[in-house]
């Protein structure tokens, strides 16, 4: 069976998570600026998705986890979001970017307004594209030592317990609307740059794509060639946003990949690619499409059930802070 019906499926699961995250941001903003006023008759429940947007707040949870401090009660769901795009990652490769992550389908959006625009995108010279993919590697690495080695369980919890760290989700959004002119400038260079270059954010930048993209290594999904029925057209590689040479590959393990299947959406050849299990069970697309929805829906729901998704905070807790 074709796979063309995979880039509208997974277009319609990005933009649904797009605007379920739009109506989180709004709900949030509506609940701290009701807390901020007063919060004695606060009416509006505190939306907890919102700490999808705390990838640190997750990791320091993780970690303090590991290192049997206990989860983090302050921001619960952000360790949930975390450890679920994580297993994600082992499972289904980085599927968490190409059909969940906000920031990345903004960017797909862009670099596809850009070709269509302008008929083209660029494609920076093979030296500074792999300087460049090495930044988000290194943003990863300084990450993972500086909070997933170097903090001791107690520094962990001293931070985690911190008004700074209770109230981390509102200072994101505050610095977003009172953005200063150099982060406003840097934003709008990366947007421009965005409809010229595919995805130079998840590309150069993302340090938790670096991290997706290294556990999906380990991943027992992935594109598999079948160069028997291969006709070598190299539609795969040009149509990869990733800039993966699919075609010269009898599978693919970059930690580039982000399981988008354009690469097999588009080939015209008869099973020549496939999304295969240990290079062997072929992976029918809406049965992927099925798996990376419930995977990520279950993974919060598990969250939710073994209570580890509300914070502890109280509302006089954010009256206090938020009043300051
Ligand atoms: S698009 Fe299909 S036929 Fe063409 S090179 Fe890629 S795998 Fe081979
Ligand atoms: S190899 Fe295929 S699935 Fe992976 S990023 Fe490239 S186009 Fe997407």
């Given at each position: 069976?074709?796979?063309?019906?995979m880039?509208?499926?997974?277009?319609?699961?990005?933009?649904?998570?797009?605007?379920f995250v739009?109506?989180?941001?709004?709900?949030f903003?509506?609940?701290?600026?009701?807390?901020?006023?007063?919060?004695?008759?606060?009416?509006?429940?505190?939306?907890y998705?919102?700490e999808?947007?705390?990838?640190?707040s997750?990791?320091?949870?993780?970690?303090a986890?590991?290192?049997?401090?206990?989860?983090?009660?302050i921001?619960?769901?952000?360790?949930?979001?975390?450890?679920?795009?994580?297993?994600?990652?082992?499972?289904?490769?980085?599927?968490?970017?190409?059909?969940?992550?906000?920031?990345?389908?903004?960017?797909?959006?862009?670099?596809?307004?850009?070709?269509?625009?302008?008929?083209?995108?660029?494609?920076?010279?093979?030296?500074?594209?792999?300087?460049?993919?090495?930044?988000?590697?290194?943003?990863?690495?300084?990450?993972?030592?500086?909070?997933?080695?170097a903090?001791?369980p107690?520094?962990?919890?001293?931070?985690?317990?911190?008004?700074?760290?209770k109230?981390?989700?509102?200072?994101l959004m505050?610095?977003?609307?009172?953005?200063?002119?150099?982060v406003?400038?840097?934003i709008?260079?990366?947007?421009?740059?965005?409809?010229l270059?595919?995805?130079?954010?998840?590309?150069?930048?993302?340090?938790?794509?670096?991290l997706?993209?290294?556990?999906?290594?380990?991943?027992?999904?992935?594109?598999?060639?079948?160069?028997?029925?291969?006709v070598?057209?190299?539609?795969?590689?040009?149509?990869?946003p990733?800039?993966?040479?699919?075609?010269?590959?009898?599978?693919?393990a970059?930690?580039?990949?982000i399981a988008?299947?354009?690469?097999?959406?588009?080939?015209r050849?008869?099973?020549?690619?496939?999304?295969?299990?240990?290079?062997?069970?072929?992976?029918?697309?809406?049965?992927?499409?099925?798996?990376?929805?419930?995977?990520?829906?279950g993974?919060?729901?598990?969250?939710?059930?073994?209570?580890?998704w509300q914070?502890?905070i109280t509302?006089?807790?954010?009256?206090?802070?938020?009043?300051?």
């Amino acid at each position: 069976m074709s796979s063309r019906y995979m880039q509208p499926l997974r277009i319609l699961v990005q933009m649904g998570l797009l605007g379920f995250v739009v109506w989180l941001g709004v709900s949030f903003y509506r609940f701290v600026q009701i807390v901020a006023s007063g919060g004695a008759s606060v009416t509006v429940a505190r939306p907890y998705g919102v700490e999808a947007f705390l990838p640190i707040s997750g990791l320091m949870g993780a970690t303090a986890w590991l290192k049997g401090g206990g989860l983090n009660a302050i921001h619960p769901a952000a360790v949930v979001i975390f450890v679920t795009a994580i297993a994600l990652s082992l499972l289904l490769r980085r599927s968490f970017c190409s059909w969940i992550c906000p920031i990345a389908t903004i960017s797909e959006v862009s670099w596809k307004s850009g070709f269509r625009l302008l008929r083209l995108n660029w494609r920076l010279p093979f030296w500074l594209d792999a300087a460049l993919r090495a930044v988000k590697y290194l943003l990863c690495a300084f990450f993972i030592f500086s909070i997933g080695i170097a903090m001791s369980p107690y520094a962990l919890q001293k931070f985690i317990q911190s008004d700074y760290h209770k109230i981390a989700d509102v200072r994101l959004m505050n610095f977003f609307l009172h953005i200063s002119p150099l982060v406003l400038t840097i934003i709008l260079v990366l947007l421009g740059l965005s409809l010229l270059l595919r995805n130079p954010f998840c590309r150069y930048l993302c340090p938790y794509g670096a991290l997706l993209g290294l556990v999906a290594v380990f991943s027992p999904v992935r594109v598999t060639r079948d160069p028997e029925s291969c006709v070598s057209c190299g539609v795969c590689s040009q149509v990869c946003p990733t800039y993966i040479d699919v075609m010269n590959k009898s599978s693919v393990a970059s930690p580039e990949c982000i399981a988008c299947w354009r690469c097999i959406s588009h080939c015209r050849v008869h099973e020549a690619l496939s999304m295969r299990v240990v290079k062997r069970f072929a992976l029918p697309g809406l049965l992927f499409a099925i798996l990376v929805v419930l995977l990520f829906w279950g993974g919060t729901a598990i969250g939710k059930l073994g209570g580890h998704w509300q914070s502890s905070i109280t509302l006089e807790e954010y009256v206090r802070l938020l009043g300051k």
